[in-house]
Nanobody, 124 residues
């Protein structure tokens, strides 16, 4: 079992930055695939970024590539999402998730553990 708690969301102006954190408990995140997803009002939840279990290449959705960066601190057992140059279309509830599969995946149904989400609102 992995418990995930996100924090760091809030209201920011377009062009600003936020850093989301996802504190994990129950097991170490050092050898587990983790990801960030988001869900905007009226839309389906979508993959934002992922970091594989084996410290391989990270993945970012095209819509956030070059602006967002996923990382993890194994000493703190925490996943991060640094978000720069935010746009109004980044407004959503952001979720962190962990997968029991030993592979990198962008599929929502392949993530087993989810946080409660944190709201990010970007004003124009």
């Amino acid at each position: 079992q992995v418990q995930l708690v996100e924090s760091g969301g809030g209201l920011v102006q377009a062009g600003g930055s936020l850093r989301l954190s996802c504190a994990a408990s129950g097991r170490t995140i050092s050898r587990i695939t983790m990801g960030w997803f988001r869900q905007a009002p009226g839309k389906e939840r979508e993959f934002v970024a992922g970091i594989p279990w084996n410290f391989g290449t990270t993945y970012h959705a095209d819509s956030v590539k070059g602006r967002f960066t996923i990382s993890r601190d194994t000493a703190k057992n925490t996943l991060y999402l640094q978000m720069n140059s935010l746009k109004p279309e980044d407004t959503a509830v952001y979720y962190c998730a962990a997968s029991a599969l030993l592979k990198m995946t962008m599929r929502e149904d392949e993530y087993d553990y989810w946080g409660q989400g944190t709201q990010v609102t970007v004003s124009s």
